[in-house]
């Protein structure tokens, strides 16, 4: 990991959506974000990222982000506890993106725990229907 690149702030259950985005979402601005998000960490694999259990860069255009406050803060703050507790990580840990989504495949993916994370979310149906691809 380069000591030279800032963390890139991140909510754990992010992992998952950024692995089954398919260019839905709840605005143009809010893809648009997701699209740069996915495209700043693919081109840089070894890019940190801080795993922490609030509002991060992809809420940054989020409708539902009101002032730095999630509208659903209780709902996706149990996503994030979920994603944490299986992957074996702490809210607050700093890994390289690439260490962060093996664990998140590695962990929930494989082992088919995408629905139990994301019980509830709107968008489970389009990310179990990429799953099924
Ligand atoms: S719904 Fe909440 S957690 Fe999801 S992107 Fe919007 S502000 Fe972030």
Known sequence: MSGAQKPLSLRPHHG?????????????????NMRQVIAR??????????????????CTACPHNLQGACETAEKV?????ACLTLCGLQNGQVLPWSAFAGR???????????AEVCRGCRWLSVCLAEQAE
Request: charged residues 25%.
């Open 16 to 32: 998952l959506c950024i692995r089954y985005f398919a260019g839905k979402g709840y605005s143009e601005a809010f893809v648009q």
């Open 104 to 114: 998140v495949h590695q962990n929930i993916i494989a082992p088919g725990r995408l």
């Open 77 to 81: 703050a149990r996503y994030d506890a």
């Open 41 to 58: 960490l693919q081109d840089a694999p070894e890019q940190p990222v801080r795993l922490r259990a609030e509002v991060d860069a992809v």
